[in-house]
């Protein structure tokens, strides 16, 4: 714009420095095709790396024969044998057992005839089932106390000059910088001794340590948005500290609060280390679970892909719905939009 | 009255500054303690077992062997061989999502009906479980109903058979590159673009008045300015790269042999998987973790920098 008033400047030349910039005029020909080409190249460029999503989204509804069909099948008759074999512990039929089952069929539920056309009865339910459930429980609860400590923790990082803070902070961020293995071999022994390995509190206990370093970060840059004048000025009004916390800061931060339980239940979501040396039966969550997920004679890619494709659905929801606080997500709160 | 006034006044304010600071001790505390039980404590107590041998499925008490664990660590040929792969697979990745996430962000810069959606969608990968993608990816990359083949363009395997990925000692490790900068591209592009929204108009219109060519504006403009967020983006990748567990665990399992072996892998498997050798384990986690902590110095100092100028 400061070049169009720019009176010494001829009107060739003015063109010929649009063409150069991006910035000081979109209407040029030349600047369109640029950006056509652009913009195409940009979304073919986002089908590519979503590729691998689709495909798993397609072998989960294939039968084990064309998840492993040579060469692969983009084309097939989607079934639901990948998602019930997910859930369910089955038994292999051998043709005579199967000529028999299939003779009284209409006694038979959907998922069991889903399950008859592989030629497997359903024995019970898998037990991908409670490892979902103990990742629910664990991420839940883990969650829920690392963002309530975290609060708290960043409220008084933010609000007071506490001795030392930076320190503190770094030592904070220090525990996610740290590969697992190196964390996990202490921590091994002394869950050993004290009884908590493979127990849900264990791990639940853990994970909220490690959330705490994120919560706290991502909080402290939250509640340093909020101008302290609103709290001083309910203090003024006769509100005490802790009134003022829960009643102004609290509400004012919630939608940082919200971004930030979300990022912390991803990262319990997805955890897989620990979860892998410090669990073994009873507290075993999915991700160590779902590269052991193995058929009866052989890969039964359906299953997996169906395992990890409900496993992954909800962090795409959720990616989708924190969008604008991806970037503070993944940097710890560092850098800000 | 007015003396009287004045104490009252000062007492209540001596008060709430006496109850904001017990506050603030209340607020942190817990925070606190539960960084003391789980990493102090742990972090001092592995460092006394790297200097003892010990391990943790036995019942004999550790037992003081000063630096020998260390010393035998730093004269073993295949530490020296997984710190190897480890710096060729950081490097290898990093490097590449360098490049790719900052062509990315140029190719996204400008904003366009459906930019965000389809910057959003490019973000996905780097919020998925890695080792359920890795694992995922084994099917991706097998060689015969494998779909990654299949796009390089063999499309009958059966006569024709495209390379093996996760079977070749020399492609492996290309091939969790490969995954890990599918997963992590994004990343890079989602710090560069905040990097490039952050550039003041007003350089580039200066820039056209200098009538610049697009290329001195690029070198001169753009790249300077991002360079501090992507520094920042290069690091926080070399620190994860170093503690690649999760993703190589998914695909190979350090294998096939130990092409992928990468030290945090090799680390697991000497503390845990059937070896047990606790206090050795602990030395390497050690020297690990100096190594990460050099790093994560730089990258600390560097997230000020870049902090106190934006």
Known sequence: ?337 | MFPDNQTSQRTGYQQRQLSDRSIQWLFITPTLILLALFNIFPLFYSLYLSFTDFSAIGTAAPVWVGFKNFSTLLNDPQIWKYFATTGRFAFLSVGLQTVLGFALAMLLREKFRGSGLITTLILIPMMLSPVVVGFFWKSIFNPSSGIFNYALGYFHPASAPGPSWLDSSSRALWAVVIVDVWMWTPFVMLLCLSGLNAIPDYLYEAAAIDRASAWFQFWRITLPQVLPLLMIAVLFRTIEAFKSFDLVMGMTGGGPGDSTELVAVNLFRIAFEGQWRTSYASALAYIVLVIIMAISNVYIRNLNKVRGEG
């Open chain 1, 1 to 337: 714009m400061a070049v169009v008033t720019n009176p010494q400047v001829d009107k060739g030349s003015i063109e010929k420095g649009v063409n150069y910039s991006t910035r000081v005029d979109k209407v040029g020909g030349r600047v369109q095709t640029v950006r056509t080409i652009r913009i195409t190249a940009a979304v073919m460029l986002a089908f590519l790396l979503l590729i691998p999503v689709f495909w798993m989204g397609a072998t989960a509804f294939k039968v084990r024969a064309d998840a492993i069909a040579t060469p692969p099948k983009i084309v097939f008759k989607p079934t639901l044998e990948g998602l019930i074999f997910l859930f369910t512990d089955r038994s292999v039929l051998n043709q005579a057992r199967s000529k028999r089952l299939k003779a009284r069929i209409n006694e038979l539920n959907w998922y069991e005839r889903i399950a008859l056309e592989g030629g497997q009865q359903i024995t019970g339910p898998s037990e991908y089932v409670t490892r979902l459930r103990n990742s629910v429980i664990i991420a839940g609860s883990s969650t829920i106390l690392a963002v309530a400590l975290g609060l708290l923790a960043a409220y008084a990082f933010s609000r007071f000059k506490v001795k030392g803070e930076s320190d503190l902070l770094f030592f904070i961020l220090s525990t996610r910088m740290l590969p697992p293995v190196v964390v996990t071999i202490p921590i091994f022994i002394m869950y050993t001794k004290f009884g908590l390995h493979d127990t849900h509190i264990g791990l639940i206990l853990l994970y909220t340590v490690f959330n705490l370093s994120l919560t706290v970060w991502l909080l402290k840059g939250f509640m340093d948005e909020i101008p302290r004048e609103y709290e001083d000025a309910a203090m003024v009004d006769g509100y005490t500290r802790m009134q003022a916390f829960r009643k102004v800061v609290l509400p004012q931060a919630i939608t940082g609060i919200a971004a930030t339980t979300v990022f912390s239940l991803i990262f319990a979501w997805n955890e897989y280390a620990f979860a892998l040396m410090l669990t073994s039966e009873k507290a075993r969550t999915a991700p160590p679970t779902i590269p052991t997920i193995m058929g009866r004679g052989g890969m039964e890619w359906g299953t997996i892909a169906a395992g990890s494709l409900g496993f992954l659905i909800p962090v795409v929801i959720v990616t989708f719905a924190l969008r604008q606080y991806l970037l503070r997500g993944v940097t710890f709160g560092a850098i800000r939009q």
